[in-house]
T-cell receptor
Framework: DTEVTQTPKHLVMGMTNKKSLKCEQHMGHRAMYWYKQKAKKPPELMFVYSYEKLSINESVPSRFSPECPNSSLLNLHLHALQPEDSALYLC????????????????FGAGTRLSVL | AQTVTQSQPEMSVQEAETVTLSCTYDTSESDYYLFWYKQPPSRQMILVIRQEAYKQQNATENRFSVNFQKAAKSFSLKISDSQLGDAAMYFCAYRSFNDMRFGAGTRLTVKP
């Protein structure tokens, strides 16, 4: 099983809403990642969690708040987003964090398509 | 900072023929890994092939192979016997300590 599941697949929200994106994997991976991908652009790394602790935050605005309740789950809480935050949000996981074994393959979910109105 | 460049925004290939996608990167590090991912319309990023920088032998995976030129910082992907299912956006990716970067992508069209 190499599946990373993301829900919802699509999300439309207003700028005053609070919503959450969810990501789940059952591969025993201990590193999980959030990426943001704008249309026709490559994914950009937002956050890295390693052993349920935030290890990398690529200067992402505070309106994005990640949470890793356990090793299988990764959430991204959204609050007061802007229209420019509309994008595909991808979750990925790997056996360990980048720094431990850079060769570890990242497995990606299908993403959540977010539209902010 | 490391950069990954894919100079071909779009490529097309006839079914059953061979196509090569180009990728160059810039880094001062010696220990890193290179990947090719494909992203079909379903949006999921799927690993195609990977290459460890310390290995001189080019990686192969069935119909997919790479030409890794470390001195030139070049990492091209060759797809042989192209199939309709190969149509997708292909991203070259660089990974090292605390860094994961993707190129801008090459959209591959496969003509029947």
């Amino acid at each position: 099983d190499t599946e990373v599941t993301q829900t919802p697949k699509h999300l439309v929200m207003g700028m005053t809403n609070k919503k959450s994106l969810k990501c789940e994997q059952h591969m025993g991976h201990r590193a999980m990642y959030w990426y943001k991908q704008k249309a026709k652009k490559p994914p950009e790394l937002m956050f890295v969690y390693s052993y349920e602790k935030l290890s990398i935050n690529e200067s992402v605005p505070s309106r994005f708040s990640p949470e890793c309740p356990n090793s299988s789950l990764l959430n991204l809480h959204l609050h007061a987003l802007q229209p420019e935050d509309s994008a595909l949000y991808l979750c990925a996981s790997s056996l360990r964090r980048m720094a431990d074994q850079a060769k570890n393959i990242q497995y990606f979910g299908a993403g959540t398509r977010l539209s902010v109105l | 900072a490391q950069t990954v460049t894919q100079s071909q925004p779009e490529m097309s290939v006839q079914e059953a023929e061979t196509v090569t996608l180009s990728c160059t990167y810039d880094t001062s590090e010696s220990d890193y890994y290179l990947f090719w991912y494909k992203q079909p319309p379903s949006r999921q990023m799927i690993l195609v092939i990977r290459q460890e920088a310390y290995k001189q032998q080019n990686a192969t995976e069935n119909r997919f192979s790479v030409n890794f030129q470390k001195a030139a910082k070049s990492f091209s992907l060759k797809i042989s016997d192209s199939q309709l299912g190969d149509a997708a956006m292909y991203f070259c990716a660089y990974r090292s300590f605390n860094d994961m970067r993707f190129g801008a992508g090459t959209r591959l069209t496969v003509k029947p």
